[in-house]
């Protein structure tokens, strides 16, 4: 195994942490082909509670972190995910979001907004139930259209419809899921399956970022996208005018990667910070988190950025170690 680059092209960036993705639970009650081998995997032994989760979350506000996305395993499993937004919120965020697989968005899109969740991105692959079941292993689509619909009657202030796209599955719905993102006012994103844990078994099932486009190339504009200031990785194109004022978003985990420059870090449901998706690395913060050892929350940040990979000449969810990542331990 070679040790991985870390830090001195980092440093010569300076990219400081500011952003993380918080996974409350590592549980999920999908088991989508591309993610898990099957719904009893194994889950971890404890996850943090409420005031152990803020307090981590006030030591990485403190340590320079600006945004905060929950996701998991499905964050809307976890009891304490409403209060842990209205967490967040009082920290001082700048950005509070949700990545979620919708089953149980119907029951809470509202306290979620109430408490002050501002953006809600829904992971939704087909509009077909039997497809749904099969991508998910028995998963039940109409619970996830009612979650978005609710959603729909929110005004957070972005939603996004996340769609892996998986050959001979769903490279035929690339259209009928635009059109149904954007009459519900979300913003469609097509994900390339990237070599993390499941997804580096299935590579034949990879539809790479050039056939996605083409394929959608009637809706879109001939540009070549543009990456969000200060946000994640996708790339965005505009809709041809007569499509509205819209886009359509690009993840390219695999044909590309987009490290240069990463400042996320991801906290497992155990309170270890993860520096890197594509890889297991990470330092323990649950013992600090649990006595409210701010200080020594951000002491843990400072070592675990250190093990941040350098971005360049590492190539991310390419790399090999990244086949050894449960992307649902860890926080996709
Ligand atoms: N349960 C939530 C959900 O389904 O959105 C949050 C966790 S899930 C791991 C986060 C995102 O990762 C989802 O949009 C999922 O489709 C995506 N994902 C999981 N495995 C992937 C892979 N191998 N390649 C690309 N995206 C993947």
């Not at 960036?13 to 500011?18: A, D, H, K, Q, S």
């Not at 152990?52 to 340590?63: N, S």
Request: charged content about 25%.
């Amino acid at each position: 195994v070679r040790a991985l680059p870390v830090l001195d092209a980092h440093a010569e960036r300076r990219v400081e942490p500011r952003s993380v993705r918080l996974s409350l639970t590592d549980r999920c009650d999908l088991a989508c082909v591309y993610c898990r081998p099957n719904k009893r995997d194994g889950y971890c032994e404890e996850t943090l509670d409420l005031a152990a989760f803020t307090a981590l979350l006030q030591g990485l506000y403190a340590g320079g972190v600006r945004r905060v996305r929950l996701t998991g395993g499905e964050p809307l499993l976890s009891p304490i995910v409403v209060d842990a937004v209205r967490a967040l919120h009082e920290v001082g965020f700048d950005d509070v979001a949700l990545t979620t697989n919708g089953t149980r968005l119907a029951k809470l899109a509202a306290p979620l907004h109430a408490a002050g969740l501002m953006r809600v991105n829904v992971s939704l692959d087909t509009l077909d139930p039997e497809r749904f079941a099969r991508l998910t292993r028995g998963g039940r689509l109409s619970t996830v259209l009612a979650g978005i619909e609710a959603m729909a009657t929110l005004p957070f202030a972005e939603t996004k419809l996340n769609v892996v796209v998986v050959r001979g599955e769903n490279e035929d719905e690339l259209e009928a899921l635009t059109r149904f993102a954007w009459d519900r006012g979300m913003t469609p994103r097509f994900l390339e399956i990237m070599g993390v844990g499941e997804g580096a078994r299935i590579p034949h099932k990879l539809v790479p970022y050039a056939e996605q486009r083409a394929t959608l190339s009637g809706l879109l504009e001939a540009d070549h996208g543009a990456k969000d200031v200060d946000r994640g990785p996708a790339r965005y194109v505009r809709a041809r005018p007569e499509h509205g004022p819209h886009r359509i978003g690009f993840i390219t985990g695999t044909t590309d990667t987009y490290c240069d420059g990463c400042d996320r870090l991801r906290v497992a449901a155990d309170g270890t910070l993860r520096p890197c998706l594509a890889t297991n690395d990470g330092v323990a913060a649950g013992a600090e988190a649990a006595r409210g050892d701010l200080a020594g929350v951000r002491a843990r940040l400072a070592e675990a950025w250190t093990a941040k990979p350098d971005g360049v000449t590492f190539r991310g969810c390419t790399e090999p170690s990244a086949r050894e990542v449960s992307i649902r331990s860890i926080g996709g």
